[in-house]
């Protein structure tokens, strides 16, 4: 008898436990956003979470928990109720944390579960406008024949446009001179006033400066050009062969979050990218509209993390 109350028991709370999920969400959702307001995480973020907030008729909203190149953001999402009621976004930083920081205060790799990559924009090389570097294949000419002389901003070391364009010199055996600011905005106003030569940074955050006509861009990342953007050539296309970075936007919740709230989130993203409304935001942004479910994310963030693993050990910074 003690058996079969056992079975009713497990019966009734997978049942409960169903219940649940075909009920989420049944409060507001909140998403941590471990930056400060306005970058491209955040406005990317906070697109999604109207569009889930639209299809699900329950409030998704966003939360700002900035510093320690995002890990305090990361770690409240860590401590939260894995219930899916807190996650956390981030982007390509995430697997640049390991190689960034000499300790982690939580585990890389089981802390946090992947839920869902949905915007995916690339990484682009940016002059001024009036620029004597016409095409990549000048930039790269004279970094080369003269190492060092061609400076690039970012918005310190040890972040994803730092890593990106040591990756760059990497690829092309060009030497480049980096210029540390106190954030990527600062970065873009140096190229913008001829104080340093190019900037390495995602589209989203320079495109304004593009269709300003204040900034030009050289080449962008990725297997194919941009539609919004389709003078601009592939680095690829530009003689860079072994250059495929690509900054894309995600979503985690903690570890222990039920695969069945995770499998509803992992719908509901895969029918917002669907829509149109998005498509045309990701056009707009100069990205690209994009799904990678779990496994897909899982596979690859741990890519995506040996691959700056081998750019660190390579590039000369100061681990934190």
Do not use: C
């Given at each position: 008898m003690?058996f079969f109350?056992?079975?009713a028991g497990a019966g ?8 649940q999920a075909?009920a989420?969400p049944?409060?507001p ?5 471990p930056?400060?307001?306005?970058g ?16 699900t ?7 700002n928990?900035?510093?320690a190149?995002g ?6 999402a860590?401590?939260a ?7 956390v976004?981030?982007?390509?930083t ?6 960034i920081f000499?300790?982690?205060?939580f ?5 946090l579960?992947?839920?869902s990559?949905?915007?995916?924009a690339?990484m682009a090389?940016v ?5 004597g570097h016409?095409?990549l294949?000048d ?5 080369k024949?003269?190492p ?5 901003g970012t918005?310190?070391?040890g972040?994803t ?19 540390p600011f106190?954030?990527?905005g ?11 030569d190019f900037?390495?940074a ?7 400066q593009?269709?300003g006509?204040?900034?030009?861009l050289l080449?962008?990342s ?6 919004s ?6 680095f ?6 072994d ?5 894309f936007t995600g979503?985690?919740?903690?570890k ?5 709230v995770t499998?509803r989130l992992?719908k509901?993203?895969a029918?917002a ?17 994009g ?5 897909e994310?899982?596979k690859t963030l741990?890519?995506r993390?040996?691959y700056w693993?081998?750019?660190a050990?390579?590039?000369?910074f100061e681990?934190?």
């Amino acid at each position: 008898m003690k058996f079969f109350n056992v079975l009713a028991g497990a019966g009734l709370l997978a049942a409960a436990t169903l219940a649940q999920a075909q009920a989420y969400p049944s409060k507001p959702v909140k998403i941590i956003v471990p930056y400060p307001p306005g970058g491209a995480v955040d406005v990317v973020t906070r697109k999604m979470a109207a569009q889930l907030q639209a299809q699900t008729g329950q409030t998704f909203f966003v939360e700002n928990k900035a510093g320690a190149t995002g890990t305090i953001g990361v770690m409240a999402a860590v401590h939260a109720p894995a219930d899916g009621y807190t996650l956390v976004a981030n982007d390509t930083t995430y697997a640049l944390l390991p190689h960034i920081f000499k300790k982690l205060p939580f585990d890389h790799q089981k802390d946090l579960v992947p839920v869902s990559a949905f915007m995916f924009a690339p990484m682009a090389l940016v002059v001024r406008a009036e620029s004597g570097h016409k095409t990549l294949a000048d930039l790269v000419a004279a970094a080369k024949a003269k190492p060092e002389s061609v400076s690039y901003g970012t918005g310190g070391a040890g972040t994803t446009p730092h890593f990106a364009a040591e990756a760059l010199g990497i690829a092309t055996g060009a030497r480049f001179m980096h210029v540390p600011f106190k954030g990527a905005g600062e970065a873009t106003l140096a190229v913008l006033s001829g104080t340093i030569d190019f900037q390495m940074a995602s589209t989203p955050g320079v495109i304004g400066q593009v269709k300003g006509g204040k900034a030009r861009l050289l080449a962008v990342s990725g297997e194919q050009r941009l539609p919004s953007l389709p003078d601009v050539p592939t680095f690829a296309q530009a003689g860079v062969k072994d250059f495929s970075v690509v900054n894309f936007t995600g979503l985690w919740a903690p570890k222990g979050t039920p695969a069945e709230v995770t499998a509803r989130l992992q719908k509901e993203i895969a029918a917002a990218m669907g829509t149109a409304e998005m498509k045309t935001y990701a056009d707009s942004i100069a990205a690209l509209p994009g799904y990678w479910g779990a496994a897909e994310f899982g596979k690859t963030l741990a890519e995506r993390t040996a691959y700056w693993g081998k750019i660190a050990a390579n590039t000369a910074f100061e681990r934190q």
